[in-house]
């Protein structure tokens, strides 16, 4: 007989002594007494790796997120036993274990700076309800440290004093703040003293991290399963960090298409095919610049995937051409819910194949979305995926459907008090079966890579464009994403620029929001203000339910489409630049958006900003969050800036009031820098253009810049068919010297520069191009001079007078 029916709660347990050490190449093992096991991987001199099991061996070591293009290797390994401690050396860090009982210090190797130190370290809860453990991690947090990253969070951008969890969640009308809601990227960078170094928790486990919330000098993360298992990046720059981190988890497989990075027009839904028309033609006739139409739920034959609703759409691929002619890409959404519908192709040979989610005890995972009752395909499955990925053939190849946006797929149920599968869910996990609780932040980023690898395929010889709203660590390597359904509100427009750039400090930059709020309608006051953030935004979109009005920038007065119009152009116009940026961060992992304190982490007064941001790397952009507004004040960081709109030169380092009546806003750009630019196009590819626009912004200095190019699509510049100009600008009190360096096979069309020199403090006397003297043929208009060169300059002398 039983007597004792109670659980024994043995609270939270720690390793013990360390009786063994034992080293395997670039793994270190240090074992307890009670069989927990630390395996230390040195994966970089800056980046280490730590491993729990608290049970003497360790499961099959497998990530999604981790990327296999990860760079690896070290230039010094040491490690030496001393009476208490193990110390761990590389060229950049110096970790040491305690052997009483596996607490870490980690230091700076050069100066000796504790960088991050255990509080209580690992420690576990056995958990008699699942099996295994609720892992834990506790760190020493102090005064003046501060969090940044964790993805889509809505709230502040430092995160300190905060607790998070991380369980991808449909999240309609989130606000802020609502956690979780849509991903879960589990990687934050502390900044401490000056220097910065990041964690990435690497499991997909519902997760949580607290900042220094319940006590105050103590950040610790733990998970509800799996292992322990996390990654410390040390910078000492929070941009290295980031990168870093970026590298591991991967950047984006390649460009997106340049048709991507224009403007983009959403709704719920745009149907029949006579009103897609309407949108399209009438971007064209007020000339608003657009390059992507929305095809969304109301496409398909009763929300079926892969289908057609023939009454709507009675012949897709002649409106898909005909769309491109006049320059519109057609994006459609795909929903992981597969209706149950056994004369619907798609779900028979699913079920055929044994490719749905299925219970614990064999029952299929049955649950309501759209179409109704569904069931789900396991994408957790590379056979699944492998399936999935030809589904695509029709819509991609015969249709000429551009770019595919996968939603709802945390994944979403409908009438659940949940909002999503139930745990017992079984799971592929490519070949480690597991339960939902494992599966379940993965499972978006699953359909995702899947639907790429579809695009991919089918797109092929152009670029794949897929978008996702539900998002694991790593999910950036083959989609674009934006942050669900937001609201029309200015408290929106607060948490969308917060979101952009928190995504972009998370390895994930390309991101935007619904532009003017998904839910309810805007003003037209805030729609304008949301457009211009939004041209900031790698991802540029308008979407809206259409529940409660329309949302296309002529629907308000004409006013606004007159502002509208004009942001999007100036989107248009910076394409190459936003282009050039884009290349880097696919190339080094360089965030495309950077908080001011990403930028300039040295100056304290950036660690509290939310809302300023540099745009690539030398545009300044603070938006206006409130109605009525004629400015506002803005923290300008350190070094000279120009008003983009006045060309007056601002001494940073100070928080000052810009004006920005509701047809502006505060855009700078730094001195030095030379911004390309395109004419105004209507859409990507409209003009042939012959002839680039650089905007030199003088300086008494040095600058360096940089101008990519390549065929805007296909994958011809992967084999060396790119153009990159590098532009080195020397300024004196009386001269102008710009260096261009370049590299690459690719011939662009453009054959000219028109030079622009914003600033010039005197005037042009001479030019020497390349050595030789140029007849001066320059304009001047509104105080700036330009003049027109051949493209492939290697040296333009600028010789003046003072003024
Ligand atoms: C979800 C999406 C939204 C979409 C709607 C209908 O709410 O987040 O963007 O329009 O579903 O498909």
């Known amino acids: 007989m039983i007597v004792n029916t109670e659980l024994e709660n043995k609270g939270d347990l720690f390793p013990s002594q360390i009786i063994d050490f034992k080293k395997d190449v670039d793994k270190l093992y240090f074992t307890a007494a009670n069989d927990v096991i630390l395996e230390l991987t040195v994966v970089r001199d800056s980046l280490l790796r730590f491993r729990y099991t608290t049970v003497g061996n360790f499961n099959n070591d497998f990530s999604y997120a981790i990327t296999k293009y990860a760079s690896t290797g070290y230039n010094k390994l040491e490690i030496e036993e001393k009476e208490d401690v193990y110390e761990i050396s590389t060229s950049k860090l110096l970790c040491v274990i305690s052997k009483e009982d596996m607490r870490k210090s980690i230091y700076d190797v050069n100066d000796g700076t504790l960088i991050n130190q255990d509080e209580g370290g690992f420690h576990w809860e056995e958990s008699y309800e699942h099996g295994g453990n609720i892992v834990k991690m506790s760190k020493v947090s102090n005064d003046g440290e501060s969090y940044y990253g964790l993805g889509d969070k809505p709230n502040h951008l430092n995160l300190k004093g905060k607790r998070y969890s991380n369980w991808v969640t449909d999240s309609y009308a989130y606000g802020k703040d609502t956690d979780p809601i849509y991903k879960t990227i589990p990687f934050y960078t502390g900044l401490h003293h000056g220097k910065a170094y990041g964690i990435f928790f690497d499991n997909t486990f519902k997760s949580s991290f607290d900042f220094a919330q319940e006590r105050r000098n103590v950040t610790s993360f733990w998970a509800q399963g799996g292992e322990m298992n996390y990654y410390f990046f040390y910078g000492p720059k929070m941009s290295d960090v980031v990168e870093s981190y970026t590298d591991l988890t991967g950047k984006p497989h390649h460009l997106p298409p340049l048709w991507a990075l224009g403007f983009h027009q959403c709704k719920w839904s745009y149907y029949p095919e006579s009103k897609v028309k309407e949108i399209t033609s009438t971007f064209r006739k007020l000339k608003i610049p657009c390059d992507a139409i929305y095809l969304d739920i109301d496409y398909m034959e009763g929300f079926r995937c892969f289908t057609w609703n023939k009454e709507y759409f009675p012949d897709p691929k002649r409106m898909v051409k005909e769309l491109l002619d006049d320059g519109f890409k057609t994006v459609a959404i795909i929903d992981p819910g597969i209706k149950i519908d056994k004369d619907y192709s798609v779900f028979k040979e699913a079920l055929e194949n044994d490719y749905f989610c299925k219970r614990a005890d064999g029952d299929y995972m049955k649950g309501k979305v759209w179409p109704g009752e569904c069931y789900f395909p396991d994408f957790t499955n590379p056979e699944v995926r492998e399936w999935w990925s030809g589904l695509f053939q029709e819509l991609i190849e015969d249709i000429g459907i551009k770019g595919v946006w996968n939603d709802m797929n945390e994944p979403a149920v409908m009438e659940v008090p949940n909002k999503t599968f139930p745990d017992d869910v079984r799971h592929d996990y490519d070949g480690n079966p597991c339960s939902h609780r494992k599966a379940h932040n993965v499972y978006g980023m699953q359909m995702a890579r899947a639907t790429y690898q579809g695009l991919k395929k089918y797109s092929y010889p152009k670029r794949p464009f897929v978008i996702t709203r539900a998002a694991y660590s790593g999910t950036q390597r083959y989609t674009s994403t934006w942050t669900g359904d937001n609201v029309a509100t200015w408290e929106h427009l607060w948490i969308a620029n917060i979101q952009a750039q928190r995504m972009a400090m998370s390895g994930f930059s390309f991101a935007g929001s619904d532009i003017g709020g998904f839910a309810e309608q805007p003003q037209g006051e ?3 203000r949301w457009i211009q953030l939004g041209i900031f935004h790698p991802f540029f ?49 360089t965030p495309l958006l950077k908080s001011l304190v990403l930028f300039d982490q040295e100056d304290v007064q950036t660690h509290y900003r939310t809302d300023e941001f540099i745009f690539g790397e030398q545009i300044l952009a603070c938006p206006v969050l409130e109605p009525n507004a004629k400015g506002r004040r803005m923290y300008i960081p350190k070094g000279n800036w120009y008003n983009f709109w006045t060309n007056e030169i601002i001494k940073g380092g100070k928080e000052m009031w810009v004006d920005a009546d509701i047809d502006s806003m505060p855009i700078f750009v730094k001195e030095g820098a030379i911004i390309p630019k395109f004419p105004i196009q209507q859409y990507v590819g409209e003009k042939e253009i012959k002839e680039i626009t650089l905007d030199v912004y003088y300086k008494n200095g040095k600058e360096e810049s940089e101008l990519y ?12 068919r790119y153009s990159l100009r590098n532009f080195t600008l020397r300024g004196k009190s009386e001269e102008l010297i710009i260096n261009q360096y370049k590299e690459g096979k690719f011939v662009t069309k453009y054959d000219t520069f028109n030079i622009q020199f914003h600033g010039l403090p005197f005037d042009i006397v001479e030019v020497q191009l390349d050595n030789e003297k140029i007849a001066l043929k320059s304009m001047k208009a509104n105080g700036i001079t330009s003049i027109v060169v051949d493209k492939n300059f290697s040296q333009l002398h600028i010789i003046g007078n003072k003024s």
């Open 526 to 528: 805030l729609f304008t």
């Open 541 to 589: 979109r308008v979407h809206s339910s259409g529940d409660h009005g329309d949302q296309e920038p002529w629907t308000f007065d004409e006013d606004v489409t007159d502002i509208v119009r004009k942001f999007i152009e100036i989107r248009y116009q910076i394409l190459p630049y936003l282009y050039t940026a884009f290349w880097n961060y696919v190339d080094h992992g």
């Open 709 to 720: 190019s390549d065929a805007n699509d296909g994958f011809d510049y992967t084999k060396g």
